[in-house]
């Protein structure tokens, strides 16, 4: 016969979940491959506040429509994306106060391909992770051309559109020389384009003197991935 043990009891008969808890209050962050680079193309529309004069009010009107930018350099879009690159969009999100319409136009003056990123009405937010990727991977599976690249968000409700609108991306190099080191900015005071390391994120403007910020996503990637 096996053996008796008197065992002495403890807590309260509950699994342990302490790490797991613990670990859940650690966001995941976003680690890029060597060959991958994150793009955020956005637009913030705003009514500006005279305690914060450098926020200037930008909006949409009824009617009215707006290209988004690309929050590495500030430009409008549309950009080009090169020969031997893909980009993918890996999440959507927009909060606004007008309806709207949310469009992406790739090689439009080519071969008229058109996206519906979105249809959202006033007063509400939308965010959506995966769901719903869009990549020139569709079109083009090995990057062996140049493609245009825009978004343009429509203001279809009755007053002023005010809000904000950002797709997350991720940009690939497929067989291709290295990353470049540098980068085109425009100053959003006077719209002076100069150039800049591909890490700058505080950008001195050469044409009015005044100084803004830019993202730098180049630190996501893994290097050696």
């Known amino acids: 016969m096996a053996e008796i043990f008197v065992v002495e009891t403890r807590g309260i008969g509950k699994p342990d979940y302490t790490r ?3 670990s859940a209050k650690e966001r995941a962050g976003i680690v890029l491959k060597e060959n991958q680079h994150f793009r955020v193309f956005a637009s913030d529309w705003v009514t500006g ?15 009215g ?9 500030g430009a409008l879009l549309p950009i080009i994306i090169p020969q031997g690159h893909t980009l993918t969009i890996i999440s959507v999100a927009y909060s606004v106060t007008q309806d709207i319409l949310v469009y992406g136009y790739l090689d439009a003056l080519t071969f008229g391909v058109c996206v519906n990123l979105g249809v ?8 959506e992770n995966k769901l719903r990727e869009v990549s020139t991977v569709w079109y083009d599976p090995t990057a062996a051309f140049p493609h245009t690249w825009d978004v343009i968000t429509y203001n279809k409700g009755g007053g002023d559109l005010y809000g904000g609108a950002a797709l997350l991306c991720v940009e ?13 900015c425009v100053c959003p005071y006077c719209d002076h384009k100069q150039i800049e390391p591909v890490s700058a994120t505080r950008i001195t403007c050469q044409g009015c003197g005044k100084e803004y910020m830019v993202t730098n996503f180049a630190s996501l990637r ?3 991935g």
């Open 65 to 73: 429509s707006r290209h988004m930018r690309d929050s590495d350099t």
């Open 222 to 224: 893994e290097l050696g």
């Open 172 to 184: 690939e190099a497929v067989g291709t020389p290295p990353w470049s080191t540098t980068k085109e």
């Open 20 to 22: 797991e808890v613990s």
């Open 49 to 63: 506040d005279p305690i914060y004069p450098l926020v200037t009010g930008y909006t949409i009107p009824a009617g």
């Open 120 to 127: 959202l009405g006033g007063g509400q937010s939308s965010y």
